[in-house]
Nanobody, 115 residues
Framework: QVQLVESGGGLVQAGGSLRLSCTASRSIFDINAMGWHRQAPGKQRELVAHITSGGSTTYAYSVKGRFTISRDNVKNTVYLQMNSLKSEDTAVYYC?????????WGQGTQVTVSS
């Protein structure tokens, strides 16, 4: 079992930056992959960024070049650095971890970008 706790969301003006953190209740060293997803009102949840245990990263086209995902295995934490934020980035952001056949989700953190 893995509990994930997100933090760092909030209200920011367009063009600003935020850094989200996702801290796991146990070591993430053997967690295959971790990622950030988001869900805007009335829309389906979508993948934002993904990082494997080996450090390989994947980004949604809409955030490529603006967002950076990273992981700190010592702190059991995954980060999402979000720069040049746009109003369309407004959503609840969820952290997800995959360990073997299991997946775990955090409770989500709200990001609101005002134009």
């Amino acid at each position: 079992q893995v509990q994930l706790v997100e933090s760092g969301g909030g209200l920011v003006q367009a063009g600003g930056s935020l850094r989200l953190s996702c801290t796991a209740s146990r070591s993430i060293f053997d967690i295959n992959a971790m990622g950030w997803h988001r869900q805007a009102p009335g829309k389906q949840r979508e993948l934002v960024a993904h990082i494997t245990s080996g450090g390989s990263t994947t980004y949604a086209y809409s955030v490529k070049g603006r967002f950076t995902i990273s992981r700190d295995n010592v702190k059991n934490t995954v980060y999402l650095q979000m720069n040049s934020l746009k109003s369309e980035d407004t959503a609840v952001y969820y952290c997800k971890a995959n360990r073997g056949p299991f997946e775990y989700w955090g409770q989500g953190t709200q990001v609101t970008v005002s134009s």
